[in-house]
């Protein structure tokens, strides 16, 4: 599923789709304000996507402190304050895609 349609998808979908991944998953609820069931999902995804989306929930949030410790452990660096949320959620999930 590309990062366009993950969006559609959580934007006007109830649940997310079947067969995306953990990762997806995640993402699909952070985008479709669920950062709860997101940041307790993104917890299980044991590989770096899972903390990088964890970063990203914290920098929603605006704990910047815990997102650059989460953004570490995935190896990326924290975006500059110019880059915005929603480009930052369609980078991550083109990654996954």
Do not use: F
Not at 54 to 69: I, T
Request: aromatic share 8%; with cysteine; charged share 20%.
């Amino acid at each position: 599923m590309t990062a366009a349609e993950l969006a559609e998808s959580a934007t006007s979908d109830p649940e997310p789709p079947a067969g995306l991944s953990l990762a997806q998953q995640a993402l699909w609820l952070a985008k479709a304000s669920r950062w709860d069931a997101s940041h307790d999902l993104c917890q299980d995804v044991p590989d770096p996507a899972g903390a990088w989306i964890h970063a990203y929930l914290h920098r929603e949030e605006g704990d910047l402190g815990n997102a650059s410790y989460w953004y570490h452990r995935a190896g990326q660096t924290m975006p500059a304050e110019s880059v915005t949320l929603a480009e930052e959620w369609s980078q991550i999930a083109s990654a996954l895609s």
